[in-house]
């Protein structure tokens, strides 16, 4: 793309692989592929990175525990988690893996960064450790001898390397301050403000008692703390430390975190303050969303009820997976994933609204109006009204995709459907057939454009239905961009045979 398309940079967390990967993973990657599809189609130049989390303590002993090497452990869980983008038709531009030396190449960069600038010195960290969480825990913070998490913890005395963030308070209030959008949802930030307005203590960043790990630039009896390695993957796939890597350049300003609420306060201080002590803008915008529970359940593996997102795939279909992630509970909040709720959205929503729209339109063309799109007369008022209810949505989209409202966005999209369904059964084309083949065909018209900008807009959740819905609208694969939302469809194009594009899920 040329140089003159604006930026955008998502990405996901980078998944810790000492587990397979489940909903939480395939939630927070939809919805970054969601954002980065919309904003491709938008005419950004969209960099989209997700990967994997590698080293560690808890990999390391999960290796332990399965018998192998930790290399041989990562590298069989990276390509479940390769798998995983094939398998939801994410379109990410980068998989990074933090064992690569172009990742320890750039964790080595900061580091040194760091020390130069004075911000790490080296002590004795004493306190506790919980291995789960890769988080360090002052005796305060632990609920009933465990982390506030609820994961174990353990009593770690070693030497150790710290990063001064305790002087990162008061930069960190005031860029906070400065920068409202910097982080949502709103509650979310006023958590993390508060936590800071708290007081922040220096920051152990290096473990000397395990080695699977970046090893520090200088003193290898340490690894880099695993946070801090990891927060490092999204300057290395743009290129970093190079800084005049044109990815680097043209994307680090833009780029949108998105992370679930747990891993929140890494992203939103200590990842800011590390950027700021090496010299580096701080990221630009973060985004903490909530947790699925299962069938009002908390998941977790002791519980044995995650939910594997290939069981998801096959049982309901991929589009109707991404819809319902996207639809079911506004982005940042919490919510239930449940079978009598997922087959709720599909049937209602997908079958009823959107596929029937698609279908009875599509097949009605096909069999009375000569299987070409129609020529339309004059437009009633009604038509009018429906067409102009649908122009600010490319607008509205676009306002929420920058908040990160996805739910919201699928909301705007099926209020025209909706509308749309209910002009099809007042303008009765079926009756109009016997009576005004004129104006029937003039009614045909505008539900095929209707449908041919909400299919556009909507690809980015549900691609595969959307590709096939512009395909039997013979809308070209190089139409189908939003610059092309204004450009309607030509009276006399040949339309293939239609086919359904959501099938009912039948109840079990
Ligand atoms: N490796 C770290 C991230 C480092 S980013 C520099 C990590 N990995 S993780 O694999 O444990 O978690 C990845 C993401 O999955 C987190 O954003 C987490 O919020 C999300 N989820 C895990 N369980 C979840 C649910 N039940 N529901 C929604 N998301 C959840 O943390």
């Known amino acids: 793309m040329s140089a003159k398309n604006p930026s955008y940079y998502v990405t996901t967390p980078i998944y810790y692989v000492n587990d397979a990967p489940h909903i939480g993973h395939a939630y927070t990657s939809v919805a970054a592929d969601v954002l980065a599809r919309f904003k491709r189609l938008d005419g950004y130049d969209v960099f989209f990175l997700t990967g994997t989390d590698e080293h560690g303590q808890k990999i ?7 018998g192998v090497s930790p290399k041989e452990y990562v590298d069989g869980f990276a390509e479940k988690f390769k798998a995983l983008s094939t398998l939801l038709n994410l379109s990410d531009d980068h998989f990074i893996r933090t064992t690569s030396p172009t990742h320890h190449a750039c964790a080595k960069a900061i580091w040194t960064r760091l020390v130069t600038r004075g911000h790490i010195y080296k002590g004795h960290y004493a306190g506790w450790y919980a291995v789960r969480d890769e988080a360090f825990y002052n005796e305060k913070e632990l609920v009933n001898g465990k982390a506030p998490t609820g994961a174990d913890v353990e009593w770690v005395e070693e030497e150790s390397y710290f ?3 305790s002087q990162w308070q008061e930069p960190l209030l005031e860029f906070y301050a400065n920068n409202p959008d910097f982080m949502g949802p709103q509650s979310r930030r006023n958590e993390v403000v508060k936590f800071v307005e708290g007081g922040l203590r220096d920051l152990s960043v290096s473990r000397s008692t395990f080695g699977w790990g970046v090893p520090v630039p200088g003193d290898e009896v340490h690894v880099m703390y695993v946070w801090l390695d990891a927060l490092t993957n999204y300057l290395t796939a743009l290129g970093f430390p190079d800084e005049n890597a044109p990815l680097y350049k043209e994307h680090w300003p833009n780029v949108v975190h998105l992370v679930g609420k747990d891993i929140l ?10 950027l700021m002590a090496a010299g580096i803008s701080p990221p630009k915008r973060l985004f903490a969303h909530g947790w699925w529970t299962n069938e009002g ?15 998801l795939v096959a049982t309901y279909g991929l589009d109707q997976v991404r819809y ?3 639809r079911e509970i506004p982005f940042g909040g919490d919510g239930d994933f449940s079978d009598a709720a997922i087959r709720r959205r599909t049937n209602s929503d997908l079958a009823n609204d959107f596929g029937n729209l698609s279908q009875r339109v599509l097949s009605f063309v096909a069999k009375h109006a000569g299987a070409v799109v129609p020529t339309p007369g004059d437009f009633h008022p009604e038509d009018k009204a429906l067409l102009a ?4 949505f490319l607008k509205e989209t676009r306002a929420a995709i920058d908040q990160q409202a996805l739910s919201r966005y699928c909301e705007i999209l099926w209020t025209g459907i909706a509308e749309a369904n209910r002009y099809v059964d007042a303008a009765a084309p079926w009756s109009l ?6 104006r029937m065909e003039t009614v045909l018209y505008v539900l095929m454009e209707v449908l041919r900008r909400i299919a556009i807009l909507a690809q980015p959740i549900t691609p595969g239905a959307c590709a096939k819905i512009l395909d039997q609208l013979s809308v070209p694969e190089d139409r189908r961009s939003f610059a092309f939302l204004d450009k309607a469809l030509t009276p006399g194009v040949v339309l293939p045979t239609p086919e359904g594009v959501f099938p009912r899920l039948e109840n079990q």
């Open 60 to 66: 390391e002993r999960s290796a332990e525990k399965a």
């Open 265 to 274: 306060r890494f992203h939103a201080v200590y990842w800011p303050a590390f």
């Open 163 to 165: 990063f001064n963030l």
């Open 433 to 438: 057939r016997k009576t005004d083949t004129a």
């Open 389 to 392: 209810q649908i122009e600010p």
């Open 324 to 326: 319902f992630m996207m």
């Open 297 to 311: 359940q908390k998941i977790s593996k002791s519980l044995g009820n995650t939910i594997d997102p290939h069981a």
